[in-house]
């Protein structure tokens, strides 16, 4: 235990923590993604969906408790590493340099923040339904398309969608350099991937605000 506590202590340990939480965090963001995508397909398909999961109450309730806990980590480890930097940089630099690795860590804070923010109210408009004025608990259909009726709503889960593509786009850029999976051969591969999954990610879960402020659902 003692040596998890030490390595947890490092630079490199908060990091890894940071990238293997996030990989967690990516993987559920992508099965809630393609979950979402069955409102496309109808009421019935999403209710048919929304039956599976809720068909295993020991499985739901472990993945709710794997997020939270990598939610957590990933927080804490970030203000950690935030702070760190911070207090090892007192003097601004005269010149500034690594301006794209300055550019990136200053756009995961913004961002990251902004997804936190997005969470606890998604979570208060979707799951506890306590923002959403048309609310009808197990009515997931309903509670999506109706919570997505005000534009001002749907439009702030378009933004979301498109935060959430930026944090992502940086993150998967660099998970593989925090897990020592990277080479300068590989970077044209690293840059692309990062860009296909954050681009099917803004665009998936974009597609549902957006389609029910167009009127198709
Ligand atoms: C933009 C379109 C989105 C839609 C239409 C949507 C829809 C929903 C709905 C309907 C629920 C409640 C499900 C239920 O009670 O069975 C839910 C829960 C949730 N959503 Fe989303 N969501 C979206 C985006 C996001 C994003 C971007 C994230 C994460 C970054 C996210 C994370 C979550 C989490 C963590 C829960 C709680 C899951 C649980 O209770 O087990 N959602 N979402």
Redesign the pocket.
């Given at each position: 235990m003692h040596w998890i506590a030490e390595f947890y202590r490092s630079t490199p340990g908060k990091k890894f923590v940071m990238a293997v939480t996030g990989v967690v965090l990516f993987a559920?963001?992508l099965l809630?993604?393609v979950g979402?995508l069955q409102?496309h397909l109808g009421p019935e398909e999403l209710r048919g969906y929304?039956r599976l999961?809720?068909a295993a109450p020991g499985l739901?309730w472990t993945?709710?408790f794997v997020?939270l806990v990598a939610a957590t980590l990933h927080v804490i480890a970030a203000v950690q590493l935030t702070v760190r930097n911070r207090g090892s940089r007192p003097v601004r630099y005269a010149v500034r340099r690594y301006r794209e690795a300055d550019y990136a860590s200053r756009t995961m804070i913004f961002t990251g923040v902004a997804?936190a923010a997005?969470?606890v109210y998604?979570?208060l408009h979707?799951?506890f339904g306590s923002v959403h004025p048309e609310f009808i608990r197990s009515d997931?259909y309903h509670?999506?398309t109706s919570g997505?009726h005000v534009p001002p709503v749907s439009l702030l889960?378009v933004a979301?969608?498109a935060v959430?593509g930026l944090h992502l786009y940086h993150g998967l850029w660099s998970v593989f350099q925090t897990l020592g999976l990277s080479s300068p051969i590989y970077d044209s591969w690293r840059r692309a991937f990062a860009t296909v999954f954050s681009l099917v990610v803004t665009l998936g879960?974009?597609s549902?605000?957006l389609a029910v402020l167009l009127r198709t659902l």
């Open positions: 559920y963001v809630h993604m979402n409102i929304v999961r809720y739901l993945v709710r997020l997804i997005f969470g998604h979570l979707m799951t997931v509670n999506v997505l889960y979301a969608s959430l879960f974009g549902v605000p």
